[in-house]
């Protein structure tokens, strides 16, 4: 992956000792003029370089997305 990577914020994972999510602004993720994405990631270790596990979304599905956080954080 390239690109700039800036860290929008960043919280404890539930349920861990160190971990924590951290959400970011990927530009260029994919090389030159690639659209940036918003970048959630999972470290089990706090202040680790890279996650464990990640996910990209393109800033076009934002609003999806946080509508289908919302409905599943009604059905729990």
Known sequence: MSGKNTILKAFKLAGTK??????SKIEEPYG???A???SIGISLKA???EPDWKAH???????????ALKEA????
Not at 58 to 67: A, F, K, M, R
Not at 73 to 76: G, I, L, P, S
């Open 18 to 23: 160190d971990g924590q999510i951290s959400v």
């Open 32 to 34: 030159p003029n690639s």
């Open 36 to 38: 940036p994405v918003v």
């Open 47 to 49: 202040d680790s370089d």
């Open 57 to 67: 979304i393109p800033y076009e599905n934002l609003d999806e997305l946080i509508e």
């Open 73 to 76: 954080k009604e059905a729990r």
